[in-house]
């Protein structure tokens, strides 16, 4: 690979990366915002130890079901079979299913 084809390798990861960190950050400034908005609605006084607690936990909350949803869309598709109530899993190649 010549250096200029590493050159440009390097380049578009490194923006790939920074759309990453990016997209990041602006996901936890929006979760941050939602989470505030709930302990405010909720009647916490911002600038409060129990506003500050209030937030810690929405933040969590949120966390908590980011995760689950992602869970959720990991599991693999099963199917069961109907005469016999065997539990079949997809092949490695996701094309057909083993009992």
């Given at each position: 690979?010549?250096?200029?084809?590493?050159?440009?390798?390097l380049i578009v990861l490194a923006v790939t990366l920074a759309g990453c960190?990016?997209?990041?950050?602006?996901?936890?400034?929006?979760?941050?915002?939602?989470?505030?908005?709930?302990?405010?609605?909720?009647?916490?006084?911002?600038?409060?130890?129990?506003?500050?607690?209030?937030?810690?936990?929405?933040?969590?909350?949120?966390?908590?079901?980011?995760?689950?949803?992602?869970?959720?869309?990991?599991?693999p598709p099963t199917r069961v079979q109907p005469d016999s109530g065997e539990?079949?899993?997809?092949?490695?190649?996701?094309?057909?299913?083993?009992?």
């Open positions: 690979m010549s250096n200029r084809s590493r050159a440009l390798t960190a990016e997209l990041a950050s602006h996901e936890r400034q929006q979760d941050l915002q939602v989470a505030r908005q709930s302990c405010a609605s909720s009647g916490f006084a911002d600038g409060t130890p129990q506003f500050a607690q209030c937030v810690e936990a929405q933040l969590a909350l949120i966390a908590d079901e980011r995760r689950r949803a992602l869970e959720e869309t990991a599991t539990l079949c899993l997809p092949t490695a190649a996701g094309l057909s299913f083993t009992c």
